[in-house]
T-cell receptor
Framework: DGGITQSPKYLFRKEGQNVTLSCEQNLNHDAMYWYRQDPGQGLRLIYYSQIVNDFQKGDIAEGYSVSREKKESFPLTVTSAQKNPTAFYLC???????????????FGPGTRLLVL | AQKVTQAQTEISVVEKEDVTLDCVYETRDTTYYLFWYKQPPSGELVFLIRRNSFDEQNEISGRYSWNFQKSTSSFNFTITASQVVDSAVYFCALLSGANSKLTFGKGITLSVRP
């Protein structure tokens, strides 16, 4: 089945530790996105990548890093510089940038990150 | 700048009632897209509908209907004969500009009681 997978479902981080959240898609989509969701808030864009080996900062990129070495994978690292990392993280993908149905973003099931 | 306002934060209805979720957007672009997503308790965002700025036709899909009015910059979502399974957080989102970044509203929590 085609779709977006995120792992793990729950992740615990100790103070000062870097953790990496996985996002994989087999939809052959070009663009991938990472969002953060806090309680009672909408989604905020962390990073996005329109093609392999290229990515752009979103609205809240500080304390996060990404890589896009393969089309199907877009891992997000939450670094120790992110002082308030507890949130729900959602990965999304979309076929491309031009007009038509390609603008629709499809989301993975999310990873809930908690700080110990 | 793009902005999406969902003024309602929580709505509670009894099963079989109709309910309308409001969405007001702001953008200076003439070409843009509007979306509604459903987020059930499991957390995954489920895509419901996409509308482009040149298509003001209302749409109906089963118990769901959407009313897009450019004159008032609104894209409202109505659920007819609500069911308990409709309980979720609903997000309205706007995509405009060349960078294809989605701007989300803060979401509306809908609770449907049996």
């Amino acid at each position: 089945d085609g779709g977006i997978t995120q792992s793990p479902k729950y992740l615990f981080r100790k103070e000062g530790q870097n953790v990496t959240l996985s996002c994989e898609q087999n939809l052959n989509h070009d663009a991938m996105y990472w969002y953060r969701q806090d309680p009672g808030q909408g989604l905020r864009l962390i990073y996005y990548s329109q093609i392999v080996n290229d990515f752009q900062k979103g609205d809240i990129a500080e304390g996060y890093s990404v890589s896009r070495e393969k089309k199907e994978s877009f891992p997000l690292t939450v670094t120790s510089a992110q002082k308030n990392p507890t949130a729900f993280y959602l990965c999304a993908s979309t076929p491309g940038l031009a007009g038509g149905p390609r603008e629709t973003q499809y989301f993975g099931p999310g990873t809930r990150l908690l700080v110990l | 700048a793009q902005k999406v306002t969902q003024a309602q934060t929580e709505i509670s209805v009894v099963e079989k009632e109709d309910v309308t979720l409001d969405c007001v957007y702001e953008t200076r672009d003439t070409t843009y897209y509007l979306f509604w997503y459903k987020q059930p308790p499991s957390g995954e965002l489920v895509f419901l509908i996409r509308r482009n700025s040149f298509d003001e036709q209302n749409e109906i899909s089963g118990r769901y209907s959407w009313n897009f009015q450019k004159s008032t910059s609104s894209f409202n979502f109505t659920i007819t004969a609500s069911q308990v399974v409709d309980s979720a957080v609903y997000f309205c989102a706007l995509l405009s500009g060349a960078n294809s970044k989605l701007t989300f509203g803060k979401g509306i929590t809908l609770s449907v009681r049996p």
